[in-house]
DNA sequence: TCAAAAGTGTTTCCACTACACCCATGA
DNA sequence: TCATGGGTGTAGTGGAAACACTTTTGA
């Protein structure tokens, strides 16, 4: 059964970032577009070859921050290994792939082969890198629920309105406003900075601002059912 | 800022397994005693390198298959790369590590120097893997209420208090068999057989017995808040 | 005074917990 | 008939959704 396994003493490592951010009422991905074959004119995620003295974490921190400017990087986590023997051709790479996130109202400088693309209408896109965004996609939306993951995508303050914006684009559905508020107030999530936005020429009352309470990520509803005996025994 | 940095053209990869059962109320792990330098007589998790024409999870499996005669593991899932430079002496090498799960009934035969450990008393452990050990744990434990993964722990046919001394065992608090019924009744993960065990010597209503009516993981909890509306529009 | 946008009060619903109670068996 | 373990009925609680209503502004 192990006859025709050959162990491979060594092969390549890559670090591929999928970098998810919200603007304009739509979430877009980070991508470049390859200049060369294979897979020329294909968009592909940003990333590279793993370093020798540095872990997966670094390796794509510092490449986002060299090779297209992305250093305000406000979540990174790692989605998982891609490692079908032939997902890129030529000699094996292995890829570690991550979900980065960038609050809505930066906006990096980037290379001119560089661009942010809806992930509702991504271009054709290079290798299993369609797959990795998708991925990263899936998780953000998972835990939009049951972290405060969100703090990641916001700006350092905004309104209610603009934070139920923010979570609709995300989630892919329309999100109340009214219970986003106590949902997140709920859990302590939020702070009031005091200040107000001034309404539109239409009118309208002005806007409370928050900030999230808290700039790390945390487990918020650790247990969605089975919760933990709050007190004495069960059964 | 990337001079210092030289890539790997190529680097070493493998595979490692947290093998988790469950067996007498205690959550445990399969570990492998080594023999040799580095880190003589510490455990550590069963697994190798990644062969030439496999990806990940086909190594695993392989491996588990012919290491330590594990085949019949009913879930596996990746979760994480373990990446530090220095996390194995000597070459560098990086690691996929997995979570697999094997039923209770099942008594996979073992090579000598492989154990089942307590995971709550585990033994001096090699390298990373006592980190890689928790990582598994708890990410068994966070989905053990959000997904039907109580399956792969579970044998084909088990009564309400098996299944509670299951659930306690991997959650590591007690859980009320009247509740756990009835949530995964609900859901619609439990169909009764209709059969019954015997009741013991003392007596007592003889048992129904249950089994999954899933035998993949699905997630049954998406949100744990802010459901999608379930009609007409919102806010 | 009206329209628009923000924010609050309140109702309804439902899942989960907790616990009392009933059921089926062995001795 | 009693002890024992299995199983069900049901009240209470709390979080979330939905929606009506109030507040605050510009025109």
Redesign the interface.
Known sequence: ??D??????????EVLAAVLQVREGSLRVLLWERAREPHAHRWSLPG??????????SSIL?QL??KVDVRQVSHVE?L??F???DRVPGP?V?A?AFLCLVPSHLDPELPPDTAWHAIDALPRTAFDHGAIVLRARNRLR?K???TNIGFALAPPEFTISAL?EL?SAA?G????????QR?LARRGLLEPTGHTTKPGRSGGRPAAQFRFAETAMVVT??????R??STG???
């Not at 559905?173 to 986003?180: D, E, F």
Request: charged share 20%.
């Open positions: 059964m192990a025709a396994i050959t162990p491979h003493s060594a092969l390549a490592h590279g070859r793993l370093g020798a003295d540095e872990d997966v974490e510092r921050a060299e790692q998982a290994v490692s079908a023997p094996r292995l570690t998972a939009m629920s049951y139920r979570y989630l559905y329309r999100v109340s406003a009214t219970n986003l949902v509803d650790p247990f969605a059912v089975l933990p005996p025994r069960t059964g």
